[in-house]
């Protein structure tokens, strides 16, 4: 027979295995003290063994526990760069990690390989020790996977047993996001311009932990080629061309190439002057002229076998220049004025000719003098030159500077062109302030974004005549531009510039992927009288340095004080050249017909209409009516008036008129200007741009957008008696806001 005593005993040590082996956590909270007996029951000696149970995971069976982890920094790397993880864990002694995102496997693969994991494959995981405090932590290198991994989030999983992403059930886990980035390069410089003897900086940011970038510098009988430069920890560099090597630096222009590894070793190297790179045949640069060991080094870099990235820089020695403003094609008839800013002295006279370009032959020479802050002008009649394409040209007295540039006199318009030609699009133009409030002397500020549709150049030529030039009327500019290509701004700082005008080149611009010019402008509003001011103005020049048709941009402002000339009422006026014009009102029978043209010189070009279902041109006949909203384009050879008898019939009903989708040649109605928001009410679920015409410059202005904001706020006016191009999504019909 058992003793009661001993039956209790029995009692007590079956309940604390139960307990053990059920509720390990609950079993924990018995206490048991140093004699070996429970507290609080000094009368029942019995022993128990703590020590822990044999299991192949002990903590996992021991206790419940819980798993963490976390990433250091934002979450947010470059690919290159490590990355410590880190936690705890109290439910196992080994971390099981796994990564699952863009292109990986759907149940996750270790850190090390990106093979993918198996359930209770501990060998297929990437394990980390759990210290005895509990913590563990991992330093996770992504430079030898960077090529495998595609830039986007992904997530980190920390598990307690080897269990991949579809069999976490019944086991302890915890995860963590990180945004892994490709590497970046951005730089920056000490100018454009570089005097002899002075030292010459280029420094910037390469992300992604690079040991170092290659720097490359061409120029006259000069080279430096892969330089390497070593990346600081906060990834910045800096490269210095001290003044005793900028000393004996020929005159000229020098091109830079700042070269980044990305995910491993540099794919295009140097030896001797012989670059070298997967897929190329190797090329010694010395035997070249710098444009064009320029060139094929960015060939180079291009190549699909290279994943480095670059970025392109160009810098001038010498500070003396002439600089020729943006200038535009002409028509035969006109005067025009050539402009321009120079560094030589004022009061220094400057030489300039015109040349036909075909044969060379000079039409006009002449010379200017240098204004006091530096400018220079010249006004010519297009009749002294004659119609055709021609090379302006104009130098130094001592002949070591010099500018030129391509434009041509046009005497064979057929039609005028409509809005586009250019492969730029201006996405966005801010002003403040607004366009329509601006001062004389007051300070005007601009901010825009132009995106390149088509490469400017090709970028294997930086001695190629491609480029986009800017220019503005304002008093003292002061521009900054920077250059974002793929999402990433390429300089580290923008870059100022003081002139009235500058270029970027097809050097500066010729990147492949999405590039677009992040441009601001500020200065003062100049005088009023002003003639045809322009805040800015955009011309693109083709591969042969001739202006690409129809690729001007101008956004033109009136100071206040000016006295522009109003486009409605009892006439029209007409200016020399092309001008969109539109009738306001009805006019009167029997003068409501293209004969009220008849005494306009036209030089035997035809008035026009634009049929947008056909999308041509109609040549209007002297019978043809005039009805109000619809746009004509007339071509006058001198400034002109045109009468207009307009009805006084108060049962004539107020004008309407059917739109297509496409653009549209449309007028308004009515005596005054009104907003352009109000003016297209009646269509203003279709409409998306409206581009008016300049007849005293010859052309577009800004584009005003349908809820459009800034320079392109569809709160601008437009003006009776001018034509505009509208462009509409689907038809309407658009009805007078005037009788």
């Not at 000696?45 to 020590?51: A, D, E, G, H, I």
């Amino acid at each position: 027979m058992i003793p009661d005593r001993a039956k209790v005993s029995v009692v007590i040590v079956v309940a604390l295995l139960a307990a053990l082996i059920v509720a390990p956590a609950a079993a924990e909270e018995i206490i048991v003290n140093d004699a070996g007996t429970l507290a609080g029951d000094e009368e029942c000696n019995l022993t128990v063994n703590t020590s822990p149970l044999s299991y192949d995971e002990p903590k996992a069976e021991a206790a419940e526990g819980a798993v963490t982890i976390t990433a250091s920094g934002t979450g947010v790397y470059y690919l290159g760069e490590e990355i410590t993880l880190s936690g705890t864990n109290t439910a196992s002694d080994t971390t099981y990690l796994f990564l699952t995102g863009p292109n990986l496997g759907t149940n996750g693969v270790n850190l090390t390989r990106l093979a993918p994991v198996k359930s209770n494959d501990s060998g297929s995981f990437t394990r980390v020790a759990v210290n005895a405090d509990d913590t563990w932590s991992y330093k996770w290198s992504t430079a030898d996977l960077a090529w495998a991994l595609d830039a986007g989030t992904y997530t980190i999983y920390a598990v307690s047993q080897p269990r991949s992403k579809d069999s976490l059930t019944g086991v302890r886990f915890a995860t963590t996001s990180i945004v892994l980035r490709a590497p970046t390069l951005s730089v920056w410089t000490s100018g454009a311009t570089l005097t002899p003897g002075d030292d010459y900086r280029i420094g910037g940011i390469a992300t992604g932990a690079p040991d170092a970038v290659q720097i490359w510098i061409f120029g006259k009988n000069y080279y430096k080629l892969g330089v390497l430069v070593a990346v600081e920890s906060d990834g910045s560099f800096e490269y210095v061309l001290t003044g005793a090597e900028t000393s004996d630096l020929a005159k000229g222009q020098y091109y830079v190439v700042v070269q980044h590894p990305m995910y491993g070793g540099f794919g295009v190297t140097e030896v001797n002057g012989v670059i070298s790179a997967q897929g190329i045949t190797p090329v010694d640069l010395k035997r070249l002229q710098a444009p064009d060991a320029a060139s094929v080094l960015i060939n180079a870099l291009d190549s699909p076998y290279v994943d480095d990235t670059y970025i392109k820089l160009s810098f001038t020695v010498d500070g003396s220049w002439i600089r020729i403003d943006g200038l535009s094609d002409q028509t035969y008839g006109e005067t025009f004025r050539i402009t321009g800013t120079t560094s030589y002295s004022p009061g220094t006279v400057l030489g300039y000719w015109i040349a036909a370009q075909d044969s060379g032959a000079v039409s006009l020479s002449g010379e200017t003098v240098i204004s006091d802050n530096g400018e220079w002008s010249i006004d010519l009649d297009t009749t002294a030159i004659g119609p055709g394409a021609y090379a302006f040209h104009i130098s130094a007295p001592d002949g070591q500077e010099s500018a030129t540039v391509l434009f041509d006199i046009y005497d064979d318009i057929t039609h005028p062109l409509p809005p586009g030609g250019g492969s730029y699009r201006v996405e966005r133009v801010g002003v403040t302030p607004s366009l329509d409030s601006l001062s004389p002397g007051e300070e005007v500020a601009l901010n825009g974004i132009i995106r390149l549709d088509g490469a400017i150049g090709h970028p294997y030529s930086p001695s190629g005549p491609e480029c986009l030039e800017f220019a503005t009327d304002v008093k003292a500019p002061r521009w900054s531009y920077n250059l974002k290509v793929d999402g990433n701004l390429i300089y580290t700082e923008p870059v100022a510039i003081t002139s009235r005008s500058f270029t970027l080149s097809n050097w500066d611009l010729g990147y492949r992927g999405d590039v677009r010019i992040y441009l601001s402008l500020s200065g003062a509003v100049p005088e009023a009288g002003t003639e045809d001011p322009a805040l800015l103005r955009i011309l693109q020049r083709g591969a042969d340095g001739r202006i690409i048709p129809g690729s001007e941009h101008r956004l033109a402002f009136t100071p206040a004080g000016n006295d522009p000339v109003q486009p409605f009422g009892d006439n029209l006026t007409l200016s020399p050249g092309w001008n969109f014009i539109s009738i306001p009102r009805p006019l009167a029978a029997g003068n409501d017909t293209a004969m009220i043209f008849a005494g306009i010189n036209t030089t035997g070009r035809s008035v026009l209409r634009y049929n947008t279902t056909i999308r041509d041109w109609t040549a209007l006949a002297p019978a043809d009516r005039l009805p109000p909203l619809e746009g004509f384009w007339i071509y006058s050879a001198g400034p002109a008036t045109i009468p207009l008898n307009l009805s006084t019939d108060p049962l004539l009903p107020p004008a309407e008129r059917t739109l297509s989708a496409g653009w549209n040649a449309i007028g308004t109605t009515g005596t005054a200007p009104a907003t352009a928001k109000d003016t297209l009410y009646s269509v203003n679920r279709e409409w998306s741009t409206l581009i008016g015409f300049n007849a005293g410059s010859q052309s577009f202005e800004a584009g005003i957008v349908n809820g459009g904001s800034g320079a392109n706020a569809d709160t601008r006016p437009v003006y009776p008696g001018r034509g505009y191009w509208l462009s509409m999504s689907g038809p309407g019909t658009l009805y007078a806001i005037g009788a």
